[in-house]
Every structure is written in structure tokens, then in C-alpha cells.
């Protein structure tokens, strides 16, 4: 590849935001919006369940991991983001994540998220 070809894709992949300049990651906890699952469920199942909220202002934010603990009464998650500097779109980052989940279910079945701070967001699903 000749020079003139090699900054001029060093250009477009810096504008496109790809993150190839990317720094230091900082994470922290992505508050949840809101639980979306059924009225109810069969004890046996399967229970899917949707989780919305916005991850980051940009494209520079994205979901790292999702960390949760389960018994036959509780599913208790938490998700954890990165903000990584560097060239980023300016576009915020939804968050749309799915799950599902497999019986056993006890009733009701308590839908727990973590938030950064105030109270867990909670939704009860029970189980008919």
C-alpha cells in the first residue's frame, strides 16, 4: 500500500469511530429503565424477559458484562458498562438485552435489577 492510501485509511477508520485509538476503560453500573416480561408464567416455563435503559450518552459507552444470581424465586442482575475514551460516534447507546430463563419458578417470581443507587428496580411475575 502506498503512503497517500495509508493515511487516507488511517482517516476514515479514525472518523468512522471504530476505536482503534481507544484508551483506558472506566466501568460502572448502567441503571435500568424498566423490566419488561410477561403477566404470568407456567411452572414450566420457559419466562423471557427484556431489560431497557440507555448504556451511555455515545458511541464511546457499551455493556461490558452482566453479572446474576438465580434461585427458583429470584433472578437478581446487574449490568455493568465500559466508557472507553477515544473517537467515538455521537449516537447514545441503548440498552435492549434479553434473557430466558428456564423453570423451576416459585410464586411469584421477583425480577431484581441493581441500580447505581436508590432502590432495585423490581417486577413480580406470577406463576400460574
Same mark, same amino acid.
Given at each position: ?7 487516507? +485509511? ?17 466501568? %460502572? ?12 408464567v407456567g ?7 427484556? %431489560? +431497557? ?20 424465586? +429470584?433472578?437478581?442482575?446487574? %449490568? ?14 441503548l440498552l ?12 411469584? %417470581? ?19
Open positions: 500500500m502506498t503512503r497517500p492510501n495509508c493515511a487516507l +485509511l488511517s482517516a476514515l477508520l479514525l472518523a468512522s469511530g471504530c476505536g482503534i485509538l481507544e484508551g483506558d476503560a472506566t466501568r %460502572f453500573i448502567v441503571r435500568v429503565d424498566s423490566i419488561v416480561a410477561p403477566a404470568s411452572p414450566e416455563g420457559p419466562l423471557v424477559v427484556r %431489560f +431497557l435503559g440507555m448504556i451511555g450518552p455515545n458511541g464511546c459507552s457499551r455493556l461490558a458484562e452482566v453479572p446474576s444470581g438465580r434461585s427458583p424465586g +429470584l433472578l437478581e442482575v446487574q %449490568f455493568h458498562g465500559e466508557l472507553r475514551d477515544g473517537v467515538c460516534t455521537q449516537e447514545p447507546v435492549d438485552y434479553q434473557q430466558e430463563l428456564a423453570p423451576p419458578f416459585l410464586d411469584p %417470581f421477583v425480577i431484581r435489577v441493581l441500580q447505581p443507587s436508590g432502590p432495585p428496580l423490581e417486577r413480580s411475575v406470577p406463576v400460574q
